[in-house]
């Protein structure tokens, strides 16, 4: 049984920034990318970030420049660090393991406002 933790999410004020992490725990074998999506009230889910197996990173446009996807497979472990947010990063966020099968975080918030 899989279980993912995602903390790091919250309430912020336009330009300020916010580090979310996903742990999990139990055995996924063969990891291939570990990412994030995110999903606006109203909207569909949208791919966020990705990082595979080689380190090579991919951005949505959106967030280019501005997030940084990292990952600790030792740790079981993908984070997201989120700079110079704006109300267009809110939405749920939700971290993603591409494996022989997928699992999907339960989501954690992320709220940008004055």
């Known amino acids: 049984q899989v279980q993912f933790v995602e903390s790091g999410g919250g309430l912020v004020q336009p330009g300020g920034s916010l580090r979310l992490s996903c742990v999990f725990s139990?055995?996924?074998?063969?990891?291939?990318?570990m990412g994030w999506f995110r999903q606006a009230l109203g909207k569909q889910r949208e791919l966020v970030a990705v990082?595979?197996?080689?380190?090579?990173?991919n951005y949505a446009d959106a967030v280019k420049g501005r997030f940084t996807i990292s990952r600790d497979g030792a740790k079981n472990t993908v984070a997201l660090q989120m700079n110079s947010l704006n109300t267009e990063d809110t939405a749920v966020y939700y971290c993603?393991?591409?494996?022989?099968?997928?699992?999907w975080g339960q989501g954690i918030q992320v709220t940008v406002s004055s």
């Open positions: 139990g055995s996924i074998a063969n990891i291939y990318v």
């Open positions: 990082v595979n197996n080689f380190g090579l990173k």
């Open positions: 993603k393991i591409w494996s022989r099968s997928d699992y």
